[in-house]
């Protein structure tokens, strides 16, 4: 059975976007980018909702193409063109991005899981996230609990159910984020 690992940046109040979607709060810098493509490099699949693809889609290929991005950029890029990239969308009929695979039912995950394979990351995407939640299909969730209080905003664990979870890792950067990584104890 494959796992399914959730990987976000959230606020210290909980939060993963702000009221309209802003993600300016998030603490980036060389450490942290390394630290989570280290994470990744095991992954089978990405896994994303309707919204993240569009920004992952119209980003990371282009770093492909720039000879002047940074070298830790240059290879998530090339990271993110070979991964298999599930996708979740009621509404996309096609894609012209490699290594796609459209679903437009988030029940669909269940069937995935049961496959043979490394494990599938969530990158960002809430609205899929909550639904994986109410599902109880999460079985990992690696956090960067960035140190600002948004008040308001998308939560991370909308419609979570409760589930004993235990610290496996945590990692402190400069700045004041620290990656959390949790794993859901089986009952």
Request: hydrophobic fraction near 45%; proline fraction near 4%.
């Amino acid at each position: 059975m494959r796992k399914l690992i959730s990987l976000m940046h959230v606020s210290l109040d909980g939060f993963c976007a702000g009221p309209a979607g802003e993600m300016n709060w998030i603490t980036l810098n060389e450490a942290i980018f390394a630290d989570a493509h280290r994470m990744i490099e095991g992954m089978g699949a990405a896994v994303y909702g309707r919204v993240t693809y569009g920004m992952m889609r119209h980003y990371w290929p282009t770093v492909l193409d720039d000879d002047k991005a940074d070298p830790a950029q240059r290879k998530h890029a090339g990271w993110v063109e070979r991964i298999a990239k599930f996708t979740f969308s009621r509404s996309m009929q096609s894609s012209d991005w490699n290594n796609v695979q459209l679903f437009s039912d988030a029940a669909a995950m269940k069937e995935l899981k049961q496959g043979e394979g490394a494990p599938m990351l969530i990158f960002g995407s809430p609205s899929l996230v909550h639904e994986f939640l109410a599902m109880e299909l999460i079985d990992e969730f690696w956090m960067f609990q960035n140190p600002v209080l948004l008040g308001k905003g998308v939560p991370y664990f909308k419609d979570a159910s409760r589930s004993k979870l235990k610290l496996a890792d945590h990692r402190a950067f400069d700045g004041g984020v620290m990656r959390l990584h949790y794993v859901k104890e089986q009952s």
